[in-house]
């Protein structure tokens, strides 16, 4: 019996012809996302070479830095800015360090016996979580709370408020239900207590879960200052977020400053300021990287 | 499914409930079923003793920052020279009448009427350009023949997700300045627009500024969600669309749309649920960007935040608007998830 036997390198015959239609259509397709690229990259690369730039040559950067000077650099690190801008760096450290490890380890704990189906009250307990999900009482009520507290313009108001984090709770759950109870069995069989149980047996199990929640996190604390508008007043300067500090200097309350350089070079100190502080979450992109790639399995869940 | 789970975890952890297999031994030993409503908790009480305490820092956290916060919704139904600021909270409660008249207030507002307005027109924009706009990108990209080309696009396209919205507002506004920034002068330059008319502080443009950034910072990461979605779709739908000669465009509208469909109906219905907050960092940080909108394109949240927080005029005033605001938030978010469970079987939370 004659047998042929199929060349690998070779294209496959079977293989349908696209139209003229569908190339142009793929090509058009290719070329969009490429200019939408470029609509992404180009500010960012434009106005962070503001910041290497001599301001006298501010007009003309458009993709590289004219008339190279570290000057923003020096005065937002070393210069008048610089014990300003290192202590709201240590306040946005601060938040983003407690934020992202109470609120995820809290979270995790309690969803741990409510992932178990006949965890007692376990309906009510939820309910519970879940109303100040969907119900707020607004600004104010919570603005008074830390002033009742003695709360107002220090990070701690920032803090406290962001570590009750219910969607993160609910995402724990799902994933906790998802554990196979022999796995558990076979622990308790072991020996282990329920405090073993937990931090050795469910945390590295729900490793992934976790990690993208502080993920989430750290980015969401440390791009946020909605919560600093609050609770701390302008002129708290030694309690504000690298955020806030961001905001302050973006619209103009600081530059009521006499140095003719500075009012001149505002816009290159802003973008030296503004790069500084996305270095953190450089470090972190990566992770978004390596979560792109592989598969975005969270992103299905999430919705 | 859950009562399935219920049954095998319960019989597999309290060995001492027996398993009934006789309906003979049924009127001998009692089956969970027959146990009252506060024995059965007593008894998972007793079986969950030793993990049941680690709800309790969760819970304490939403008590404390959650729950005592909404008895300050008692402030709203305060009127008259009521202060907040001076003096004990506790105590300022028990001095000034009680009224309706804030919430009464709220519907001649002008200012409250103009924040909605521009609130919803914002949102429904948002709708409208960046909701498809992130559709558009992930079928693009599923379009992709390499699948490595494309999570490259996704990875450059997600950056300014990343980036708070000062950076953001920051980055534009450079560009933009009408004093030396680099996209006004190409502009000016290609004869699109005269100087210093296409800049943020332009009252007729704020609102296209608005849905721009927004567009620019979210649409990247807005596609992540379906484009795993359309990755998820069996090959071989393509493969047989192919076969009775369907060209892309009727791939991606007869195959594609349809199967993310569950997806799309999800992230609408999230989308409207929040329709009464149209992004407070952005929307404020513009206004102090280009400094004389405050009045014209003042949105529900920055109407708050300037009469409490900035001005500091009329506290339970803006009480009562923060509870109507979130009260239209609850419905919304109410009908939104019966929306979801009935047609997707899917609860919102």
Not at chain 1, 82 to 95: G, K
Not at chain 2, 216 to 224: A, E, L, M, Q
């Amino acid at each position: 019996m004659e047998k042929t036997i199929k060349n690998p390198f070779k294209k496959n015959p079977n293989k349908i012809h696209e139209s003229m239609f569908d190339r142009i259509l793929l090509v058009l397709n290719v070329v969009l996302l490429l200019l939408f690229c470029v609509v992404v990259l180009f500010p960012l690369l434009s106005f962070f070479s503001l910041g290497f730039s001599n301001s006298a040559f501010n007009s003309q950067v458009v993709l590289y830095p004219r008339g190279w000077t570290l000057w923003a650099y020096r005065y937002i690190l070393m210069g008048e800015e610089a014990t300003y801008f290192w202590r709201s760096f240590l306040n946005s450290v601060i938040i983003t360090a407690v934020i992202t490890i109470v609120s995820n380890l809290v979270e995790a704990m309690a969803a741990y016996p409510l992932s178990k189906a006949d965890c007692p009250f376990r309906g009510g307990i939820m309910m519970y979580f879940i109303i100040t999900m969907l119900f707020s009482a607004g600004v104010i009520p919570s603005y008074l709370l830390m002033y009742q507290l003695g709360l107002l313009n220090n990070i701690w108001s920032v803090i406290l408020i962001s570590i009750s984090n219910v969607s993160n709770l609910l995402f724990f759950k799902t994933f906790f239900e998802g554990i196979p109870s022999d796995i558990e069995e076979a622990a308790r069989l072991d020996g282990a207590n329920e405090l073993q149980m937990f931090f050795l047996i469910v945390v590295p199990m729900a490793l992934p879960v976790i990690g993208s929640c502080c993920f989430f996190s750290i980015v969401g604390s440390w791009n946020s200052y909605g919560s600093a508008m609050l609770y701390i007043n302008a002129s708290a300067t030694t309690q504000h977020p690298l955020a806030y500090y961001i905001y302050l200097l973006l619209s103009r309350l600081e530059t009521v400053k006499n140095d003719p350089d500075v009012v001149a070079g505002i816009r290159n100190l802003q973008s030296a300021a503004m790069l500084l502080s996305i270095i953190p979450i450089l470090c972190i992109y990566p992770y978004v990287i390596k979560y792109i790639k592989n598969g975005l399995t969270l992103g299905s869940v999430k919705g | 499914m859950q009562d399935h789970t219920y049954r095998s975890t319960d019989i597999a952890a309290d060995a001492a409930e027996p398993v009934q297999t006789a309906p003979a031994a049924a009127t001998a030993v009692k089956r969970p079923e027959d146990y009252g409503y506060w024995q059965t908790q007593f008894k998972r009480v007793k079986k969950y003793r030793r993990v049941l305490w680690f709800i309790i820092p969760a819970a304490l956290f939403t008590l404390i920052f959650s729950y005592i916060p909404m008895l300050g919704v008692l402030f709203s139904f305060k009127g008259g020279d009521f202060n907040l600021l001076r003096g004990g909270v506790l105590e300022n409660l028990f001095t000034g009448e009680w009224t309706f008249q804030n919430y009464l207030d709220i519907f001649v507002d002008i200012s409250f009427l103009k924040g909605v307005l521009n609130t919803f027109i914002i949102n429904i924009f948002k709708l409208l350009i960046c909701f498809p706009l992130s559709i558009i990108v992930a079928v693009q990209l599923s379009e992709l023949k390499s699948q490595t080309l494309s999570k490259i696009i996704l990875i450059i396209i997600c950056i300014p997700n990343f980036l708070s919205w000062a950076i953001v507002i920051g980055t534009w506004s450079g560009l933009l300045d009408s004093q030396g920034g680099v996209l006004n002068e190409l502009l000016v330059m290609l004869n699109f627009i005269e100087p210093n008319y296409f800049t943020m502080s332009k009252d007729h443009l704020f609102k296209f500024f608005v849905i721009l950034l927004a567009a620019w910072k979210g649409t990247g990461w807005g596609s992540i969600m379906f484009y795993a979605a359309i990755m998820a779709i069996d090959k071989s739908f393509y493969e047989s669309a192919t076969l009775e000669g369907a060209n892309r465009l009727q791939k991606t509208w007869y195959l594609t749309i349809p199967a993310i469909m569950p997806t799309i109906a999800l992230m609408l219905v999230l989308n409207i649920s929040g329709f009464m907050a149209a992004g407070f960092e952005q929307i404020y940080t513009m206004m102090q960007v280009s400094e004389e909108l405050e009045e014209t394109q003042i949105t529900l949240d920055t109407y708050i935040y300037t009469i409490s927080i900035v001005n500091r005029t009329n506290i339970p005033f803006a009480t009562a608007l923060g509870v109507f605001n979130g009260l239209i938030s609850l419905l919304l978010m109410l009908v939104g998830n019966a929306i979801t469970t009935k047609t997707l079987h899917r609860s919102l939370w």
